[in-house]
């Protein structure tokens, strides 16, 4: 299995409400890691995993809280996100140090 | 957050044409990657560069990663319209710092 899985591919959601979005790889991995994207801009470091822990945050606003329970899973828990949080959230994995990253398709995110 | 610089921009070129595209960073990295990206979807790894100096290729896709380790070109040969997309250079830090970090993309169009 050489992929990263997100789920879900598709998010409507309210200022008030909270939901999560999953990322999955089997690849054996021991790095994942949080992007957000706008539209035709690149892709934006929020969050690094290594050996399921927190290892780097890009002073994201703390209503984006990421949780790694495995190697294997990574978690984006979203709470009173705004209007401007629309975009696509990007999942990625590697082996480590200076390994290509393995991205997943994304979850396009719609706050509404 | 720190971009690279990525130029052209964007490119609309005719099928069968060479195409080239660079990137340039004020720092210095230990990897660099090129990726693209279609609509809808994450970005897929194309080639991964490890030494200053290196040449890699892949297909019609030739890279180089500069002597200086500041920057990176990519060249596409003889042009096809699957090669529509998002082109991304990514420098790594590599280590204990783990970031990727994207340059600000190649629109490329090609017309058949």
């Known amino acids: 299995d050489t992929e990263v899985t997100q789920t879900p591919k598709h998010l409507v959601m309210g200022m008030t409400n909270k939901k999560s979005l999953k990322c999955e790889q089997h690849m054996g991995h021991r790095a994942m890691y949080w992007y957000k994207q706008k539209a035709k801009k690149p892709p934006e470091l929020m969050f690094v995993?290594?050996?399921?822990?927190?290892?780097i945050n890009e002073s994201v606003p703390s209503r984006f809280s990421p949780e790694c329970p495995n190697s294997s899973l990574l978690n984006l828990h979203l709470h009173a996100l705004q209007p401007e949080d629309s975009a696509l959230y990007l999942c990625a994995s590697s082996q480590g140090g200076t390994a290509g990253y393995t991205f997943g398709s994304g979850t396009r995110l719609t706050v509404v | 957050g720190q971009q690279l610089n990525q130029s052209p921009q964007s490119m609309f070129i005719q099928e069968g044409e060479d195409v080239s595209m660079n990137c340039t960073s004020s720092s210095i990295f230990n990897t660099w990657l090129w990726y693209k990206q279609e609509p809808g979807e994450g970005p897929v790894l194309l080639i991964a560069?490890?030494?200053?100096?290196e040449l890699t290729s892949n297909g019609r896709l030739t890279a180089q990663f500069g002597i200086t380790r500041k920057d990176s070109f990519l060249n596409i040969s003889a042009s096809i319209p699957s090669d529509v997309g998002i082109y991304f250079c990514?420098?790594?830090?590599?280590?204990?710092?783990?970031?990727?970090?994207f340059g600000t993309g190649t629109l490329l169009a090609v017309q058949p």
């Open positions: 995993y290594s050996y399921e822990k927190l290892s």
């Open positions: 990514a420098g790594h830090y590599g280590g204990a710092t783990n970031k990727l970090i």
């Open positions: 560069l490890y030494k200053a100096g």
